[in-house]
């Protein structure tokens, strides 16, 4: 059976092998939920961890994956095995720049500081508008991103950010959730000027 291809989704994740496996089959099913719905991931193209999970979880599916690697990384062999269509970048700062250019909306998994630091710089740009309007799914397995939400929210409270920034990401709790807020992707608009 013939899918219908809807579109590209980064996924940011961690790439540690060290992790609760709930995470991990969280990534799986999210990997062949894209997969089944049509869409193609993007991400990192990293082997393991909860990236190498998604990937295989695409992959498994019969699914597309491109993945978005510094020439570094690839030299280094941190590349999946699995995955066909590579773009190589010169480095982190033009890897994140490439994989939000190419993609329709973002899935944030957990993850540590190279994820946090994407997800934040992601919703940074959009604040900024210096990219589209790319939707920002935050995929809060196991209530991992609690705490950041809370601090996002103080920011709020505290005047740091605007109210309307609340509306610059979404958050679900099971990559079901995820899949369904995709198949309603709309534009986010937000009051962005002073």
Known sequence: MKREKKGNICVFCASSAHIDKSYVDAAHELGRLLAEGGWRCVNGGGASGLMGAVNDGVLDAG???????????????????????????????????????????????????????????????????????TPIIILNTNGYYDLLLQLLDRAIQEGFMKPSHNRLWRVVSTPREAIAMLDDIHPVTFESKN
């Open 63 to 133: 699914g597309e994956v491109t993945g978005v690697i510094p020439k570094f990384m690839m030299d280094n062999g941190w590349e999946h095995d699995r995955i066909e269509d590579f773009i190589i970048t010169a480095d982190m700062h033009q890897r994140k720049l490439t994989m939000s250019e190419i993609s329709d909306a973002i899935i944030a998994l957990p993850g540590g500081m190279g994820t946090l630091e994407e997800l934040l710089e992601a919703l940074t740009w959009r604040q900024l508008e210096i990219v589209e309007a």
